[in-house]
């Protein structure tokens, strides 16, 4: 079976691709960037039939056009209804850091049926745009198939000024909890944001749309670890387990 192919989505002020890109050359697929603006020229059809070119798709980080209407927002607007068509044919979708504002923007996290306004990604706690290490485990119950090294820790770095999620209503984080949709949480006191539960991401009902504020594609070789005396913890294993899943996807589609 040929290799994995993930769209990587470009706009304006997006900076976490060749990065992603690594990532994903590391954990066996390959990688193809794709601009917006491309999309933008296509009709809706084409635009859909582009990205259903490839197995999976990534919104990497970074500042999509400058956060001026607010972290993710305008990309949600413009890719919003195409990336929920992917995730409507079973291919995954991955946001890291604005990829997930966008996804949370656009209403295809955090899963369950009408919570979509009930919970948002805005500003961190202190007011102040967060830049370091964070420690990150998956819960014992979720929807995602994470196949963790080791105890399943991964250590990488946040940076980002609106990545705390908030909840309209407290029951909400019960319910996410119970039903599989939390992704990974900030574990050893690292939470840098105020996230609520401690939650770092989300993944929905289906397992198919993930999405996380942290970098995983930031620590996926030795050299990386900012922590030597502390090795492993990779994020590689997430892409890995990502890829995994659009290997499963593939062929699950019929032909």
Do not use: K
Not at 64 to 84: F, I, K, N, P, V
């Amino acid at each position: 079976m040929s290799a994995v192919r993930v769209a990587v989505l470009h706009a304006p002020g997006t900076n976490r691709d060749d990065e992603a890109a690594r990532a994903f050359h590391l954990a066996g697929a390959t990688s193809e960037t794709v601009h917006v603006l491309e999309l933008g020229r296509l009709d809706g059809p084409a635009a859909a039939r582009r990205l259903g070119e490839f197995d999976a798709v990534l919104v990497p980080g970074g500042f999509s056009y400058g956060d001026a209407l607010g972290a993710g927002t305008r990309l949600a607007l413009e890719t919003g209804d195409l990336l929920a068509g992917v995730a409507a044919t079973g291919r995954p979708v991955l946001g890291i850091c604005n990829g997930f504002q966008v996804l949370v923007r656009a209403g295809l996290l955090p899963g369950p049926a009408g919570t979509a306004q009930e919970l948002t990604l805005t500003h961190n706690t202190d007011g102040r745009f967060v830049c370091r290490w964070v420690t990150l485990q998956p819960p014992t119950v979720s929807r995602a198939a994470l196949h963790a090294d080791a105890d399943g820790v991964i250590a990488c770095p946040v940076a980002h000024g609106e990545g705390r999620i908030a909840v309209a209503d407290p029951d909400l984080v019960a319910h996410l909890a119970a039903n599989g949709n939390v992704l990974l949480r900030y574990v050893e006191g690292t939470n840098p944001n105020g996230s609520v539960d401690d939650i770092a991401g989300l993944v929905d009902d289906a397992g198919t749309v993930w999405g996380l504020m942290p970098h995983p594609e930031d620590h996926v070789t030795d050299a990386q670890n900012a922590f030597p005396d502390r090795p492993g913890r990779s994020g590689l294993p997430l892409f890995r387990s990502f890829v995994a899943l659009a290997v499963e996807r593939r062929r699950a589609r019929p032909h």
